[in-house]
C-alpha cells in the first residue's frame, strides 16, 4: 500500500521524546524539558508588530515561489556583509523553515548512489534525507577527544569520486563544536576542485560565545559550490513562525525555487516581511539571548562535571551540551528513556543524531537556570537512587 522509499524516511527524536514528556505532564508528573532545540525566548515584539502590519497592508495572498524579491534582497545584503561575500537576491531561495533547505539541494544535486558525507553525530535529518534519496551514507566521525571540530586526515580518506554532496554544520547540533578557521581552510583545499556540493548549515552563525563565524563560502573558490543554509528560528526565537532561506549560485536556485513551486508553492508572505524586519530591526534582543545562553552553558556544564560518571565539553556554540556518559553502566538510549520516565528530566540519546552519538546524551539549554539546576539535582539523585556508579 505504500511505498517502499517511506522505509528509509528516518524521523527526529526531539519531537518524540516531547511527546512522551507532555503525556507524563497530562498524567501529573513535573518534567523538566532539555530535548527541545528550542529558544524559550519570546520573538522581539518589533518582529510580531512587523507581521502585523503586514496583514494590515494586505500581504494575505501567494508570492513567488524563490521568496518575495524584497526580502530577498535583505537576506542577500546580510550574508554579503557578514560572510564577506558578493551575491543578490537571485542567490537566495526563502523556505517555510530550513529544513527545505537540505531536502531540496540534495533533491536538485544528489543521484541514486552517490556519496553523502555528513557528521556524525549531526542533525538526523541529514541521514534520513540520504537514505530517502537513495544515495550512499558516508558518516564522517565527530569526536570528543577532537573537541568536536573535524577529523581533517579522516575527511580526506572519506572523499572519493563518488562523493557529490559534503554537510557542514558549525555551530554544531548537537556537539556545540565550532570549526575553526584553518580548519575550514583546509577543508576548502581538499574540496576545491572535486565535482561535489557543500551545504554549510549556518543556523546557529549568530550563537557563538567566542571567536568569529567561518564560513566555507567565503574563501577563494568556494562561494560557486557552496549552499548557506540559515534562518530566523534560533536566531530570533521564532521556530513557529517557520523561516529559513539558502544562499546558493543562480543555476541551483532556480531549480530548488521550481521544488518550490511544486512543493509549498511559497513561503508565507507575512511571515517573510515580519524576517526582513527582524534583520533590518535593532539586534540588541538577540544578543541579550546569547549572553543569557553563555550563562546558561556554564551552569550546565559545571554541573554535569560535577556528577560523577559524567564528562562535559564546554561548547562553543549553539545551545546544547553533549556530555559523555561511557562511565556509567547504561547505554545512552535506556539512560535518556529512565531520566525521562523515573528522574522527571527530558535529555535526548546522543544515538538520535547517529551511531557516533553512543555514550552522550544531548541537553538543550534553552531553558532558564532555575529549571537547570532542578534538573541536575533531579540526574543526580537518579543515578544515586538506581546505584548508577561509574564503572
Same mark, same amino acid.
Given at each position: 500500500?505504500?511505498?517502499?522509499?517511506?522505509?528509509?524516511?528516518? /524521523?527526529?527524536?526531539?519531537?518524540?521524546?516531547?511527546?512522551?514528556?507532555?503525556?507524563?505532564? #497530562?498524567?501529573? !508528573?513535573?518534567?523538566?524539558?532539555?530535548?527541545?532545540? &528550542?529558544?524559550?525566548?519570546?520573538?522581539?515584539? *518589533?518582529?510580531?508588530?512587523?507581521?502585523?502590519?503586514?496583514? $494590515?497592508?494586505?500581504?494575505?495572498?501567494?508570492?513567488?515561489? =524563490?521568496?518575495?524579491? &524584497?526580502?530577498?534582497?535583505?537576506? +542577500?545584503?546580510?550574508?554579503?556583509?557578514?560572510?564577506?561575500?558578493?551575491?543578490?537576491? &537571485?542567490?537566495?531561495?526563502? /523556505?517555510?523553515?530550513?529544513?527545505?533547505?537540505? *531536502?531540496?539541494?540534495?533533491? =536538485?544535486?544528489?543521484?541514486?548512489?552517490? &556519496?553523502?558525507?555528513?557528521?556524525?553525530p549531526g542533525f538526523p535529518i541529514y541521514e534520513s534525507m540520504v537514505h530517502f534519496l537513495g544515495a550512499r551514507p558516508v558518516p564522517l566521525k565527530i569526536r570528543e577527544e577532537n573537541g568536536f571540530s573535524v577529523d581533517l586526515d579522516e575527511l580526506r580518506s572519506l572523499l572519493t569520486d563518488r562523493t557529490r554532496f559534503l554537510i557542514l554544520n558549525s555551530p554544531a547540533n548537537p556537539t556545540g563544536g565550532v570549526l575553526e578557521r584553518d580548519a575550514v581552510e583546509a577543508i576548502a583545499e581538499m574540496v576545491r576542485d572535486r565535482n561535489l556540493w557543500v551545504l554549510s548549515d549556518e543556523i546557529y552563525s549568530r550563537i557563538l560565545y567566542e571567536g568569529t563565524h567561518q564560513s566555507i563560502a567565503s574563501l577563494p573558490g568556494m562561494q560557486e559550490k557552496t549552499i548557506i543554509l540559515d534562518g530566523h528560528s534560533k536566531t530570533y526565537a521564532m521556530t513557529g513562525w517557520r523561516l529559513g532561506y539558502g544562499v546558493m549560485p543562480t543555476g541551483l536556485a532556480a531549480h530548488v525555487t521550481r521544488l518550490m513551486t511544486n512543493s509549498n508553492s511559497c513561503t508565507n508572505v507575512f511571515v517573510q516581511r515580519a524576517g526582513m524586519k527582524a534583520i533590518q530591526g535593532p539586534q540588541g534582543e538577540v544578543d541579550t539571548m546569547v549572553a543569557e545562553f553563555r550563562r546558561r552553558r556554564d551552569v550546565i556544564v559545571d554541573g554535569l562535571n560535577a556528577i560523577?560518571?559524567? !564528562?562535559?565539553?564546554?561548547?562553543?556554540?549553539?545551545?546544547?551540551?553533549?556530555?559523555?556518559? @561511557?562511565?556509567?553502566? %547504561?547505554?545512552? @538510549? /535506556?539512560?535518556?528513556?529512565?531520566?525521562?520516565?523515573?528522574?522527571?528530566? +527530558?535529555?535526548?540519546?546522543? /544515538? +538520535? *543524531?547517529?551511531?557516533?552519538?553512543?555514550? *552522550?546524551?544531548?541537553?538543550?539549554?534553552?531553558?532558564?537556570?532555575?529549571?537547570?539546576?532542578? =534538573?541536575?539535582?533531579?540526574?543526580?539523585?537518579? %543515578?544515586?537512587? $538506581? #546505584?548508577?556508579?561509574? !564503572?
Open positions: 500500500m505504500y511505498a517502499k522509499r517511506m522505509e528509509r524516511l528516518g /524521523t527526529e527524536t526531539a519531537f518524540e521524546v516531547l511527546a512522551r514528556a507532555r503525556e507524563l505532564e #497530562k498524567q501529573g !508528573r513535573d518534567i523538566v524539558h532539555l530535548e527541545i532545540g &528550542e529558544p524559550d525566548f519570546d520573538t522581539p515584539r *518589533f518582529i510580531g508588530d512587523a507581521a502585523v502590519e503586514a496583514l $494590515r497592508d494586505g500581504y494575505t495572498h501567494y508570492g513567488p515561489s =524563490a521568496g518575495l524579491p &524584497e526580502v530577498r534582497e535583505v537576506f +542577500a545584503d546580510y550574508i554579503a556583509r557578514t560572510r564577506g561575500l558578493s551575491c543578490g537576491g &537571485e542567490h537566495v531561495v526563502v /523556505t517555510p523553515g530550513a529544513k527545505p533547505i537540505i *531536502f531540496f539541494t540534495m533533491l =536538485a544535486c544528489v543521484e541514486e548512489g552517490d &556519496e553523502v558525507i555528513y557528521p556524525d560523577p560518571g559524567m !564528562r562535559c565539553l564546554s561548547p562553543k556554540g549553539a545551545f546544547y551540551a553533549f556530555p559523555s556518559v @561511557k562511565d556509567l553502566p %547504561l547505554d545512552s @538510549k /535506556t539512560l535518556a528513556r529512565d531520566l525521562l520516565d523515573q528522574g522527571g528530566v +527530558a535529555v535526548l540519546s546522543g /544515538t +538520535a *543524531f547517529g551511531a557516533g552519538g553512543e555514550g *552522550f546524551l544531548r541537553f538543550s539549554y534553552a531553558n532558564s537556570v532555575d529549571n537547570i539546576q532542578k =534538573a541536575l539535582g533531579r540526574i543526580s539523585e537518579f %543515578l544515586q537512587s $538506581r #546505584k548508577l556508579a561509574p !564503572r
